[in-house]
């Protein structure tokens, strides 16, 4: 019988754990979409995403400003 303690409650923590995790990311989504919501309904565009910096510090070119050469 005392074998059965610990598998009882591992399976009970990764549970509550699971439970906890699933509703902390759906949280954060709802969130989210409730900021963009507010965003579009005010009329405001969403902050500019700032540019990558590489290894020396010097901002990557973005790929959409390149020419496709076929």
Do not use: C, N, Y
Request: glycine content about 8%.
């Amino acid at each position: 019988m005392m074998e059965w303690i610990p598998i009882g409650l591992v399976t009970f923590k990764v549970a509550v754990f699971g439970t906890g995790m699933f509703f902390a990311i759906k949280w954060h989504h709802d969130r989210a979409k409730k900021q963009a919501a507010d965003r579009t309904r005010q009329g405001s565009t969403p902050p500019p995403v700032p540019a990558r910096e590489g290894p020396a510090g010097d901002a990557e070119p973005s790929l959409a400003a390149e020419p496709m050469d076929r």
